[in-house]
């Protein structure tokens, strides 16, 4: 199966997007910080203002960078889809995430009462991180939604004893469509539905 430029592109928007937001508030935040700074520090205010300028514009061109990507999709959806099944995919995609992830923190109190150690599982960790490349592609005709198979056995256990609730959850998304069973290709798992 062949990644289309939305499978293949919707991660580097979603970081891009994250990067790009987070730099420019650190650059407001350093901009207001050196006009609090007294002025007999000539010197280091110069040196911060620079350091500044040089985060905000990496901001922007990150930024840019997604919005220009999203805009390209955008266009593709309008001429030969829907921009609403883009909505319906970027809102599906994670609500399959969410509905993925694997949440469970133990307290370690072997040692004392008084220092508590938060110890997370490995394989769900490994779990979590596979299921940050889930992906929902709605199409008029087609639903098509791809799992990068974790690396270590267990996690893939753990998305095997899962399949038939993600089919679930999955039609019950999509009641217009119909869903083959999980398929793999490579380092992949796909579900494909097609349209009733």
């Not at 999203?70 to 030969?80: A, F, P, Q, T």
């Not at 109190?109 to 490349?133: H, P, Q, R």
């Not at 929902?136 to 087609?142: F, G, K, L, Q, S």
């Amino acid at each position: 199966m062949k990644k289309n430029f939305y499978q293949k592109n919707f991660n580097k928007v979603e970081v891009n997007l994250i990067i790009g937001v987070i730099l420019i508030a650190l650059a407001i935040i350093f901009k207001i910080f050196i006009g609090e700074l007294p002025s007999k520090l000539g010197n280091l205010k110069t040196d911060i203002s620079y350091f500044t300028n040089i985060v905000l514009t990496l901001g922007i061109i990150n930024f840019i960078l997604s919005i220009m990507l999203l805009s390209i999709e955008v266009y593709k959806r309008i001429k030969y889809d829907s921009w609403i099944n883009l909505v319906k995919s970027i809102v599906q995609t994670f609500k399959i995430r969410k509905f993925l992830r694997q949440d469970e923190t133990y307290i370690d109190t072997n040692f004392s009462n008084k220092s508590k150690n938060v110890k997370v599982n490995v394989v769900l960790k490994n779990f979590n991180k596979s299921i940050k490349y889930c992906i929902v592609d709605i199409r008029n005709n087609d639903v098509i939604v791809i799992f990068k198979i974790p690396r270590s056995q267990q996690s893939q256990k753990l998305l095997k004893d899962m399949e038939q609730q993600l089919l679930d959850e999955i039609t019950y998304l999509n009641e217009d469509y119909y869903f083959s069973s999980i398929q793999r290709k490579k380092n992949y798992m796909y579900i494909k539905g097609n349209k009733r």
